[in-house]
Nanobody, 120 residues
Framework: QVQLVESGGGLVQAGGSLRLSCAAS????????MAWYRQAPGKQRDLVAR???????NYADSVKGRFTISRDYAKNTVYLQMNNLKPEDTAVYYC??????????????WGQGTQVTVSS
């Protein structure tokens, strides 16, 4: 089984920083894109940041200049460095990955989510 596990969430004051980690494990042949999404209560799950294997990144407008996504390809791990956090960043953050668990066999996988709460 393929499993994604997030860590690093918590409670911080506005202006503070957090670093989220997501490690993929299990039957992994290769990975393509890895990404972070977030979902606040009563709202849809939205893309925060994404990085594909070639290193290309994209970010939601609301986090540009504050968040940075990075990957350790050898460890199948993706990180999200979050700086200058704002109360509106409060949400559950989910890791997502497109994983080839066998040649020609692809699947989209989600982590369990990690809570980020930013107080004013």
């Amino acid at each position: 089984q393929v499993q994604l596990v997030e860590s690093g969430g918590g409670l911080v004051q506005a202006g503070g920083s957090l670093r989220l980690s997501c490690a993929a494990s299990g039957s992994i042949f290769s990975t393509n894109a890895m990404a972070w999404y977030r979902q606040a209560p009563g709202k849809q799950r939205d893309l925060v940041a994404r990085m594909i294997s070639g290193g290309t990144t994209n970010y939601a407008d609301s986090v540009k200049g504050r968040f940075t996504i990075s990957r350790d390809y050898a460890k199948n791990t993706v990180y999200l460095q979050m700086n200058n956090l704002k109360p509106e960043d409060t949400a559950v953050y989910y890791c997502n990955a497109n994983i080839q668990w066998r040649p020609g066999q692809w699947g989209a996988y989600w982590g369990q989510g990690t809570q980020v709460t930013v107080s004013s």
